[in-house]
């Protein structure tokens, strides 16, 4: 099997918990076809660059899954099929990184740049 990194948009509409409950159906849909999800990760809402479907903002997903082909090309097929995912990305990589990825990182980074001017 080989190894992936997806991401995908969600419409700004959606609460939270809907966008983590897509990512949960992906990650379903990706074990039901011999595949395994390694990771998850929710990045929340975001603005993005241009307008996807007249929406500004989109709730980011990421996932990182070890996947037979077939088992990725049914969950992008299925991805794009839903109209709650408005766009998908999927690549393949030679190994994941450990730990969480670059986004996070950053975010945690932020946080608490914020929680030392406060003190």
Do not use: C
């Not at 939270?16 to 992906?26: D, K, P, S, T, V």
């Not at 992008?76 to 996070?104: A, F």
């Amino acid at each position: 099997m080989a190894l992936y990194e997806h991401v995908f948009i969600a419409r700004q509409d959606l609460s939270n918990a809907q966008a983590e409950g897509l990512i949960e159906h992906f990650s379903a849909v990706l074990s039901d076809n011999e595949g395994k999800v390694v990771d998850q990760e929710y990045w929340g809402l975001k603005t993005m660059a241009y307008k996807i479907n007249k929406n500004r903002k989109g709730h980011y997903a990421f996932l990182k899954s070890d996947a037979p082909s077939a088992a990725v090309q049914e969950m992008e097929r299925l991805m794009r099929l839903h109209d709650d995912v408005m766009r998908v990305m999927t690549i393949r990589v030679d190994e994941h990184e450990e730990g969480p990825s670059v986004v996070i990182q950053a975010k945690s980074a932020k946080e608490e740049r914020r929680r030392e001017r406060e003190r």
